[in-house]
């Protein structure tokens, strides 16, 4: 019963963790725009939160670089269960227009285990909503 | 009258050189052993602080080496992406340098294209900006209110260009896409609207105590420590350097359009919030010029995809500062050598004298007002030397701390400042596409 | 002309070298390690050309070519000089721009340069800590993307 309503509230109102893992800062300012009144993703519930251990999701974006890795994976374990992971862009999903350089990833799911990909670069305001609330399972 | 506090503290630890006399390595991890990757390490001496630590290269890619192996036109791609914010000028620098040591000229209607779409990712930059320095000094309406406006110098980048961020508009000698048709009119009507937001800002930020409180007297450095430290853009005009490349060096169609550069003598946090308000205005006034007065004729001369051998720079006023790029051709399908220098790069020296003698409320403020890249806010450490105190805070940690230090009333309530926001009285109706 | 360059170039012809103009308002001067300290000098105190904008490293095979950008109103000024991929030991300008310090930890970490004069010669400012030291420097011709991604982890995982 307990757990029902838990889930309930997670699905309704979940609480986001930025990080980002050497990005160019376009997804992130993206991410951002969500927020604005034009896009407005609080009104879905979802909050940016400071601290990664009062996350249910964690948002990554960026290719992820050696110096960036340790604490990707860090900040991963910190998130407490059930967590889910989105990747923001194409530089997240495979390593973008940076494939090949000496000190970018290929994606971040060879650092942690991600559950869904939004592509773009970077993908419009509707798009990471479009994608946060699906993986909830709100979007129909 | 005593000077006040920031000014005692720089006038005993002036000068850039005074770094190694401190007991603590300047750059680099204090211990081998900490391996927590902090991005600036502070260390205090009870609120002042006393030396800064930074960490740089956690967005360092590798993509300078990369060029050397990709085509020309590739690479204007990938150097687009170094940063979101400016990205079409770097894009921009990187064509110019490499068309330079071609035999063409860029046709007239390109420049004034590339203007045009320079300017409004200039107006795009500091209202992203002035949101965040709101957001920072806990004034989140101001926040919300103009990234609200901000959509709309979107909008119109995207109906040119096709993507909100990444214009990709740039080719060699020439844009990709024209101007579309009937743009005319709107793009007037709207620069017309941000110029009217633009004033309203400025009225807030003049008037409003939040802002005042947390900006004025903020962030002072001498005159002579920019220019020896080589600082660009806002941050060596707010302390009355008339250092643009726009006016020094014009490039694209800056020899036509009336320029007008903003300087101000004031040098503290609150003048870079006005001076930047006012470049609004003025890039505003510069797209209605070129639009205007857009001349007619081809956008692009197709260029074969060798270069010539031979070695050239060229440089371009960011939203941020002047950037950089040395381009060296050997006559072949890549590269030789490029090289980009960031604007971040270099005001950042000027930028760790900012934060000398700062309190630690101040800090968000001091750090956003260089116009950095986000990700620097992420973490920080603070090592305090009077009471041998070791802690990390994140950046909104950060930030509640700096809100609750100058407004202590608002600490008090529970809620804390999410009152509700409401809808903008302005609010500009989406573009139809 | 600049005035400016008119006096730069007299100078140049007095310590042996000369101004070479370039397509654009740019000139390059070629000058030795031994003559770069008091050269910068000059140009930064005598003639008031005080932005640097960037250092900027080259291979050049045997050697390794270093490159000053000044910026003066209208015209750049490129002042280049040579080491010797041996012996990869240069002067340091810090003393006249200050502002140099960041673009020679850049170069001391993209090339192996070491900026003689430099307080923090040896610290790195853009590459990881994880960076193997028997690693070359990345920017050196023969050194390989491949290579360096392997030695730091970024590979993909096997599927």
Not at chain 3, 137 to 144: A, D, E, F, H, S
């Amino acid at each position: 019963m307990f757990e029902k309503l838990t889930n309930w509230s997670r699905k309704r109102s979940p609480w986001v963790f930025h990080i980002n893992a050497s990005s160019c800062n376009g997804c992130d300012i993206e991410l951002v725009a969500s927020l604005t009144p034009r896009y407005d993703i609080e009104r879905f519930g979802a909050v940016l939160v400071p601290s990664p251990k009062h996350a249910d999701v964690l948002i990554v974006t960026g290719v992820v670089n050696a110096q960036t890795k340790d604490r990707l994976r860090r900040v991963y374990e910190q998130v407490p269960e059930p967590k889910h992971v989105i990747a923001i862009g194409a530089c997240a999903a495979a390593g973008g227009v940076f494939k090949g350089c000496y000190n970018a990833g290929q994606g971040i799911q060879d650092v942690i285990p991600v559950d869904m990909f939004i592509p773009g670069c970077p993908p419009r305001p509707e798009a990471i909503m479009y994608g946060v609330l699906k993986l909830l399972g709100e979007a129909k | 009258m005593s000077t006040p506090p920031n000014q005692q503290r720089r006038e005993e630890s002036a000068g850039l050189m005074e770094y190694s006399t401190e007991s603590l390595v300047p750059f680099g991890p204090i211990h081998p052993a900490l391996k927590e990757p902090e991005y600036f390490k502070l260390v205090l001496e009870g609120e002042r602080i006393v030396n800064v630590i930074p960490r740089i290269g956690y967005v360092h890619r590798g993509l300078e080496k990369a060029a050397e192996s990709r085509p020309w036109v590739q690479n204007m791609y990938m150097f687009e992406r170094t940063c979101g914010i400016c990205s079409f000028v770097h894009s921009l620098c990187y064509s110019q340098a490499v068309e330079e040591l071609t035999m063409y000229q860029v046709p007239r209607r390109a420049k004034y294209i590339r203007t045009i779409i320079a300017e409004m990712e200039r107006i795009h930059s500091h209202l992203l900006w002035v949101g965040l320095m709101g957001h920072w000094a806990g004034f989140d309406t101001l926040f919300m209110w103009v990234w609200n406006d901000r959509e709309v110098v979107l909008d119109l980048v995207e109906a040119i260009s096709g993507n909100r961020v990444h214009k990709s508009m740039n080719a060699f000698c020439g844009v990709r896409k024209d101007m579309p048709e009937n743009m005319e009119d709107r793009i007037i009507e709207r620069m017309k609207f941000l110029t009217d937001r633009a004033r309203y800002y400025r009225e807030v930020i003049d008037t409003e105590e939040t802002m005042l409180k947390r900006t004025e007297n903020i962030g002072r450095v001498s005159a002579d420590t920019v220019e020896k430290l080589c600082a660009v853009g806002p941050m060596a005009r707010y302390v009355g350097f008339k250092r643009d490349v726009r006016l020094n060096d014009p490039y694209a169609a800056y020899d036509e359009v009336p320029l007008d550069v903003i300087t101000t003598t004031q040098g503290d946090v609150h003048a870079l919030l006005r001076l930047r308000l006012d470049e609004l205005v003025a890039s505003a006034n510069m797209v209605a010029y070129a639009v205007k007065n857009l001349p007619d004729g081809p956008i692009r001369v197709k260029i074969p995809p060798i270069i010539p051998a031979g070695e050239h720079s060229s440089h371009c006023e960011a939203p941020r500062g002047e950037i950089f790029y040395f381009v060296k051709s050997s006559g072949g399908r890549t590269p030789d050598r490029v090289k980009s220098r960031q604007p971040t790069m270099a005001n950042l020296p000027t930028a760790l004298e900012l934060l000398k003698g700062q309190t630690l409320a101040d800090i968000p403020i001091v750090l956003t007002a260089i116009d950095p890249c986000f990700g620097c806010m992420d973490r920080m450490s603070f090592y305090d030397t009077e009471t041998n105190k070791r802690w990390t805070w994140s950046g909104e940690e950060l930030r509640q701390y700096g809100i609750n230090y100058y407004f202590p009333e608002r600490a008090k309530k529970k809620s804390g400042i999410k009152k509700a926001i409401g809808p903008p009285t302005n609010q500009y109706p989406r573009e139809e596409f | 002309m600049s005035e400016t360059l008119a006096q730069l170039g007299k100078y140049a012809e007095e310590v042996g070298t000369k101004v070479t103009p370039l397509r654009k308002n740019e000139s390059t001067i070629e000058v030795s390690q031994d003559r770069l300290k008091a050269f910068v000098a000059h140009l930064v105190n005598d003639l008031h050309v005080r932005h640097l904008m960037t250092i900027t490293g080259l291979d050049l095979g045997q050697n390794l070519g270093i490159i000053y950008h000044f910026s003066m109103e209208r015209d750049t000024i490129h002042v280049r000089t040579t080491v010797p991929k041996a012996k990869p030991e240069a002067v340091s300008i810090i003393d006249t721009v200050p502002g140099a310090i960041l673009y020679e930890m850049e170069l001391h970490d993209m090339f192996g340069i070491e900026f003689i004069g430099n307080p923090w010669k040896d610290q790195k400012l853009l590459l990881p800590e994880e960076w193997p030291a028997d690693l070359p420097p990345p920017l050196l011709k023969t050194t390989k993307a491949d290579q360096i991604r392997r030695r730091l982890g970024l590979e993909a995982a096997k599927p």
